[in-house]
């Protein structure tokens, strides 16, 4: 299983861009990389996924280099309401499971 | 919306009493997956099943078991509740495996054996 390698935690001003970069130096060449966002007292949300090169969704964008080793999850303007855990994982699509590791808490302040 | 249920928020149990936890999902999802989470150590995998009657061990499968006799149901079973086995259970549910599908959580039980 590849291993994920996060910060622990993150500080942010209201409307800034926040990047949280996370490594995954044994990512294996049918992995995908996944993230997810927790906000206290609730379960994990799907946020985005991708392969490599960069994926955009409404929430957020990834970017993941040519060697794949490493990706950034890209927070637009940040809230309040953006506080939370943030997940980086690596999804095997030959094992059904996710694994988790401990996240990065990201605290936004006004 | 896709919905993921579990039957309690909140569960006080004493040592040695057998504790079920059940999830239900309203998707028809194939993967159903049981999760404990402590502070520092992120969200564990106890045990996940990708078919009725059907399970595999996670990380931490010890003095758990499951069951899914249907395929909207999974519950977690433990046998002997110790005080170690405190902790929020989360349960999640997903499509068959492969890119882009992602895995649906439910609210969490937070259980406290005392």
């Known amino acids: 299983l590849a291993k994920t390698t996060q910060p622990i935690s993150m500080d942010s001003y209201e409307g800034q861009e926040v990047n949280i970069t996370c490594s995954h130096n044994n990512i294996a060449t049918n992995d995908y990389i996944t993230w997810y966002q927790q906000f206290p007292s609730q379960g994990p949300r799907f946020i985005i996924q991708g392969y490599k090169t960069k994926v955009t969704n409404e929430v957020a964008s990834l970017f993941i280099p040519a060697d794949r080793k490493s990706s950034t999850l890209s927070l637009p303007r940040v809230s309040l309401s953006d506080t939370a855990v943030y997940y980086c994982?690596?999804?095997?699509?030959?094992?059904?499971?996710?694994?988790f590791g401990s996240g990065t808490r990201l605290q936004v302040q006004p | 919306d896709v919905k993921v249920t579990q039957s309690s928020r909140y569960l006080v149990k004493r040592t040695g009493e057998k504790v079920f936890l059940e999830c239900v999902q309203d998707m028809d999802h194939e993967n159903m997956f049981w999760y404990r989470q402590d502070p520092g150590l992120g969200l564990r995998l106890i045990y996940f099943s990708y078919d009725v009657k059907m399970k595999e061990k996670g990380d931490i499968p010890e003095g758990y078991s499951v069951s899914r006799e249907k395929k909207e149901r999974f519950s977690l079973i433990l046998e002997s509740a110790s005080t170690n086995q405190t902790s929020m259970y989360l349960c999640a549910s997903s499509p068959p495996g492969g890119p882009g599908t992602e895995a649906f959580f439910g609210q969490g039980t937070r259980l406290t054996v005392v």
């Open positions: 994982l690596v999804v095997d699509t030959g094992r059904r499971a996710l694994t």
